[in-house]
């Protein structure tokens, strides 16, 4: 599961570094929305930005909330349960079989919590990152609802998650499908394969690539922000 992330790298940094692997960097649009300021605590129902594709093939960034709607919902509260899309379930839930082969999308961070539950009522949090601490994107599913708001369409996505790695499983047994690279981004949110061939990137990532750090239980309470939280 992922239920809270970061996003601290500013957005023109984070796009170098993703695409900095000898593929192509696209053309991505952003002066469409307002970029978010750092962020250290984002939680679901909240804003998050994501990379996606439009009907031209063209990449641009969009904001979006965490927390997927179905197009069908009227009402904002079953975005609490769909967060998280399990891998397992993709082509079984109507709520994701439709997406996965058209409205796919590469959600931005720069690390993720987890919670090792110690007792029955202890929880220790810890920030999961890269161990070269650089940016990455995770693998996601987005949708739009014109039903909740008639003039105002609501654009959501979720986290597509996958077994643990060696790296993550003492805290965790469900981590986020990871696009480590722009190649593998351009390729999962424009790729018109079909789904077999897409599922090349919901796995675990390679041992070796994430590593953990205990932090703040100031973290616990989503009101609370800034780099402190890492402590």
Known sequence: MCGRFTLK???????VDLFSDGSTRPLIETASISLMEPRYNIAPTQDIL???????????????????????????QSAYSMFNARSESLTEKTSFKSLLSSHRCAVLADGYYEWQKTTPKTKI?????????????MAGLWTVNRKIRANEPIQSATVI??????????????????????EQILDWVTNSDSV??????IHPTAAGEFCLKQVSTTVNNVKNEGPSLLD
Do not use: C
């Open 9 to 15: 790298t500013p957005i023109d940094d984070l796009l």
């Open 50 to 76: 994501v990379i996606l594709a439009d009907d031209s093939n063209r990449l641009k960034i969009e904001r979006m909330r965490w927390g997927l709607i179905p197009f069908w919902a009227d009402s904002l």
């Open 125 to 137: 949090p810890f920030w999961i990152h890269r161990r070269d601490n650089r940016p990455f994107a």
């Open 161 to 182: 998650t996958v077994e643990s790695n060696e790296d993550t499983r003492e805290v965790h047994d469900r981590m986020p499908a990871m696009l480590m690279q722009g």
């Open 196 to 201: 077999d061939a897409i599922k090349r990137y």
